[in-house]
């Protein structure tokens, strides 16, 4: 399996929109890694992890094939995760050989999310977008393109179902962990017996520790030993640091330093990890 980082910051991106602090204003003078827009991963290049408002930047800038992506992961409802306006582009009149229908899971929050984008389309063109959204459940099992996925419950937005996902193909699998604190003890007890070979962590806070919502490197620390000490991961197993704020006052460099004292991977617009 392989991962790419699409985007790789928290919601106000790195420099943020609107933001003149001194982290913000050097990210933009050295540029690089240090410029960073918001969530978004591809597994395999078929799966695809939320739907942020950067989404036709990646696009153009990595390559990504949109036409024949199949099958959208969403995380949450929050508008740098997922930007379902995009999506109403996804209909005749908008596009041509749209190569069928985009399957999207998620929770209850982004339905109804959609939902009212979608009534909203339809006032200006009767064309339907050619998606199918399945409402998904923490804990259950579901499939989609022969990959097996399992959605955990994040300590994020308490007003909605936040997910994680676990992943698996080919015998390798996959713990996809933004946006969320510490993890809630239902999911700790849910993943023990499972081997992950790839851990992506929340570490938008970098050098500050939270206790919810959202993690800094001390929490993703605590997060690898109790996985470590629980059997899910060993020597081999990659851990990648992601979702960073300008808040958390680390640019890319010093980020990757901190991170590899701990076996951490700082991921980056655009990385790939193959695992």
């Given at each position: 399996?392989?991962?790419?980082?699409?985007?790789?910051?928290?919601?106000?991106?790195?420099?943020?929109?609107?933001?003149?602090?001194?982290?913000?204003?050097?990210?933009?003078?050295?540029?690089?890694?240090?410029?960073?827009?918001?969530?978004?991963?591809?597994?395999?290049?078929?799966?695809?992890?939320?739907?942020?408002?950067?989404?036709?930047?990646?696009?153009?800038?990595?390559?990504?094939?949109?036409?024949?992506?199949?099958?959208?992961?969403?995380?949450?409802?929050?508008?740098?995760?997922?930007?379902?306006?995009?999506?109403?582009?996804?209909?005749?009149?908008?596009?041509?050989?749209?190569?069928?229908?985009?399957?999207?899971?998620?929770?209850?929050?982004?339905?109804?999310?959609?939902?009212?984008?979608?009534?909203?389309?339809?006032?200006?063109?009767?064309?339907?977008?050619?998606?199918?959204?399945?409402?998904?459940?923490?804990?259950?099992?579901?499939?989609?393109?022969?990959?097996?996925?399992?959605?955990?419950?994040?300590?994020?937005?308490?007003?909605?179902?936040?997910?994680?996902?676990?992943?698996?193909?080919?015998?390798?699998?996959?713990?996809?962990?933004?946006?969320?604190?510490?993890?809630?003890?239902?999911?700790?007890?849910?993943?023990?017996?499972?081997?992950?070979?790839?851990?992506?962590?929340?570490?938008?806070?970098?050098?500050?520790?939270?206790?919810?919502?959202?993690?800094?490197?001390?929490?993703?620390?605590?997060?690898?030993?109790r996985l470590r000490d629980m059997g899910c991961a060993n020597d081999c197993t990659k851990f990648v640091v992601t979702?960073?704020?300008?808040?958390?006052?680390?640019?890319?460099?010093?980020?990757?330093?901190?991170?590899?004292?701990?076996?951490?991977?700082?991921?980056?617009?655009?990385?790939?990890?193959?695992?």
């Amino acid at each position: 399996m392989k991962i790419q980082y699409l985007g790789t910051a928290a919601a106000e991106g790195w420099p943020g929109i609107f933001c003149r602090c001194d982290v913000c204003k050097k990210a933009l003078r050295l540029g690089g890694k240090n410029i960073r827009t918001r969530s978004q991963a591809v597994i395999d290049d078929k799966i695809l992890v939320d739907l942020p408002q950067d989404t036709y930047s990646h696009m153009l800038t990595y390559g990504l094939d949109m036409p024949n992506i199949r099958t959208l992961f969403v995380t949450h409802s929050h508008q740098d995760h997922w930007y379902p306006e995009e999506l109403m582009m996804r209909r005749e009149g908008f596009a041509v050989d749209m190569n069928g229908v985009l399957d999207i899971y998620g929770n209850d929050a982004a339905f109804h999310y959609l939902d009212r984008v979608e009534a909203e389309a339809l006032e200006y063109s009767p064309n339907k977008a050619q998606i199918r959204y399945h409402q998904i459940r923490e804990f259950q099992e579901y499939t989609a393109q022969g990959y097996r996925f399992i959605p955990l419950k994040a300590a994020h937005n308490p007003r909605e179902n936040c997910f994680l996902y676990l992943i698996q193909k080919d015998g390798k699998t996959l713990f996809y962990g933004n946006d969320t604190g510490y993890l809630p003890e239902e999911t700790w007890d849910f993943i023990q017996g499972y081997h992950f070979d790839l851990v992506s962590m929340d570490c938008t806070m970098q050098k500050t520790r939270l206790e919810t919502n959202h993690m800094g490197l001390s929490n993703n620390v605590d997060v690898a030993k109790r996985l470590r000490d629980m059997g899910c991961a060993n020597d081999c197993t990659k851990f990648v640091v992601t979702h960073f704020s300008h808040n958390g006052g680390w640019l890319h460099e010093e980020m990757e330093e901190r991170a590899k004292e701990h076996g951490f991977i700082t991921a980056y617009d655009g990385m790939t990890v193959e695992f």
